[in-house]
């Protein structure tokens, strides 16, 4: 009875602070993307980059921006770790193998920060803070970008225009992203998060061995993890290490900044587009699929029972920290897939069938419950683009969203969107069971170890990060699969996107008129929560009936 009091009491304070941030933030991060004038560091970064900060650009040029800054990032990350041994603070480690380098840089460059490596015994702290929290930073900008790209070609006329690319990175990382991480980074070092520049150290365990432990700069790296829904973590452990995550309350404010931005973002498009209620009824989309996922999972563990656990231990306790329980896991499984973070708290692979088969779920909606940084917006407002073909369909009209026109070409952009990161999933998955080696990965056989394939393939295309386990994923082939599915998975779908705003903002807005469909009211909710559940439901059903479903009827 403690635990399900307490579970609710966690779940309405974690819904208090969302309602409480929604219109501030996202209000804030309006103005940061629409404001007139430069602060004047931000006019300094733009002298040393040479960049022309009055120049409006055209999408192909916005999106050659993000590839072009993304590619770098990538090479000097990868340069950053293949060097680690020559710099400072390196702890002695040993370059990072040159697969595993790229695994790595491709990860964090695309926001997913999926790790191949137990980060206390492989990067030294200057690649830690210079290398991988840099990119924590960036390349959540990147996300947020890009939608403010897409917003843009719903709210201008007659242009082929859709921002700077250089400007909108440059205030999200000034003006959001630092202030609200150094902040947070101070709170968590209260709760007792680690933050110094200790190197490894032996203590002497009760059983009397010796255990191995690293210091470093956590807290700050921890913040930033969380606020822009990275998910590396500091430690193997991630999440679940009382270093990252000390307690139950740097538990819960860690789930709160992983929705936080993401959450505020839907206030953010309704008032760039002037419309209030189209960001009220976005939210209440993200916030039906947030809501129904979390009750599903914390149902299936509380009431599945794993082999080691007994019925006298009160659900599915294998793979979770004492410290948190299964409502505080949950709650965090949930949070974690539904955004690109892939923090985790707890260990997935050892969830129920129903529970972890949610967390997979969670991620084939293209986590738009709220979703990454940014990239939740877009691929939610994609969807909708699909949800208002669908209608314009079922009544006989022309579609229109926002004043604008849905035609052929509109609607190839969204449909190669929704189409790019299943096939990734779908055909690393399958090539991956096709080969002898590769199956050998699998610590398990049968449904349950598909499904840790499936997991990987679907967190590592969805830029997620987080990891099923029970699969040995350091090897070349599964380094150099994993690394290329998140940059397809990543900038495919931003080449749409962009593409789409650029077809957008050339159009003349239409009046609105009896006939148009109202995508403020409960109908286009529901209508929308549905497009996306059928159509991931039917692109992911045969992959998900061989792995969790058929380990859950099992």
Same mark, same amino acid.
């Given at each position: ?229 990275? =998910? +590396? &973590?500091?430690?193997?452990? %991630? ?6 995550? $000390?307690? #139950? !309350?740097?538990?819960? @404010? ?100 129903? =529970? +972890? &088969?949610?967390?997979?779920? %969670? ?6 419950? $709220?979703? #990454? !940084?940014?990239?939740? @917006? ?177």
């Amino acid at each position: 009875m403690n635990d399900t009091l307490a579970g609710w009491l966690q779940i309405t304070v974690l819904i208090a602070a969302l309602a409480l941030t929604y219109r501030p933030l996202g209000d804030y991060m309006a103005r940061i993307l629409t404001a007139g004038k430069h602060l004047a560091v931000e006019k300094v970064l733009y002298r040393l980059g040479g960049v022309d900060a009055e120049a409006d650009q055209q999408w192909g040029a916005y999106l050659r921006s993000v590839l072009a800054f993304s590619a770098v990032c990538v090479l000097f990350l990868y340069g950053f770790q293949r060097l680690q041994n020559h710099l400072l603070l390196s702890l002695g480690f040993a370059p990072v193998k040159a697969d595993q380098a790229f695994n790595t840089a491709a990860s964090f460059v695309t926001n997913t920060n999926w790790q191949s490596y137990s980060g206390e015994v492989t990067m030294g702290h200057l690649v830690q803070m210079a290398g991988l929290a840099v990119q924590n930073f960036v390349s959540a900008a990147v996300g947020i970008a890009v939608v403010a790209a897409l917003i843009r070609g719903f709210t201008r006329r007659r242009t082929d225009r859709v921002g700077n690319f250089w400007v909108d990175l440059t205030r999200v990382v000034v003006r959001l992203l630092l202030p609200m991480a150094f902040v947070f980074a101070i709170v968590l070092v209260a709760t007792g998060a680690v933050q110094n520049f200790h190197g490894i150290h032996e203590i002497g365990t009760l059983v009397g061995d010796k255990q191995a432990l690293t210091g470093g700069p956590v807290a700050s790296q921890e913040a930033i993890k969380e606020l822009g829904t990275n =998910g +590396g &973590g500091f430690y193997n452990a %991630n999440s679940a290490h009382p270093f990252e995550n $000390p307690d #139950g !309350t740097s538990n819960l @404010l860690e789930i709160y900044l992983l929705l936080a931005i993401s959450f505020s973002l839907p206030r953010t498009f309704g008032r760039m587009v002037g419309d209030h209620r189209q960001g009220y009824a976005v939210l209440a989309v993200m916030g039906l699929i947030w809501a129904a996922s979390v009750a599903l999972i914390t149902v299936n563990e509380l009431h599945s029972v794993s082999s080691t656990a007994g019925h006298s231990a009160g659900g599915m306790l294998e793979g979770k920290e004492q410290r948190f329980g299964i409502w505080a896991s949950a709650l965090f499984a949930a949070s974690t897939t539904l955004t690109s973070t892939g923090a985790v708290n707890s260990f997935h692979d050892s969830f129920s069938p129903g =529970g +972890g &088969g949610m967390t997979i779920f %969670n991620m084939m909606l293209g986590e738009i419950a $709220p979703g #990454g !940084t940014g990239s939740g @917006l877009y691929g939610i407002l994609v969807l909708a683009v699909i949800a208002v073909f669908v209608a314009g369909l079922m009544v006989g009209r022309t579609p229109e969203y926002l004043g604008k026109k849905l035609g052929a070409r509109e609607m190839k952009f969204a449909s190669l969107y929704i189409l790019a990161t299943p096939a990734i999933v779908l055909i690393g998955t399958g090539t991956a069971m096709s080969l002898k080696g590769e199956r050998a990965s699998m610590l398990n056989s049968g449904p349950h170890g598909f499904s840790e394939v499936l997991y990987a393939f679907t967190s590592a295309a969805n830029n997620n990060g987080s990891a099923f386990a029970g699969i040995g994923v350091n090897t070349h082939w599964y380094n150099t699969a994993l690394g290329l599915a998140m940059l397809f998975g990543r900038f495919l779908p931003i080449i749409f996107v962009l593409a789409l705003a650029g077809s957008l903002a050339r159009q003349q807005p239409v009046p609105v008129t009896a006939g148009t469909l109202p995508t403020h009211r409960p109908q286009f909710v529901g209508l929308l929560t549905g497009v996306i559940v059928i159509v991931v439901g039917l692109t992911y059903f045969p992959a998900l009936a061989l792995g969790p479903l058929a380990e859950g009827l099992h």
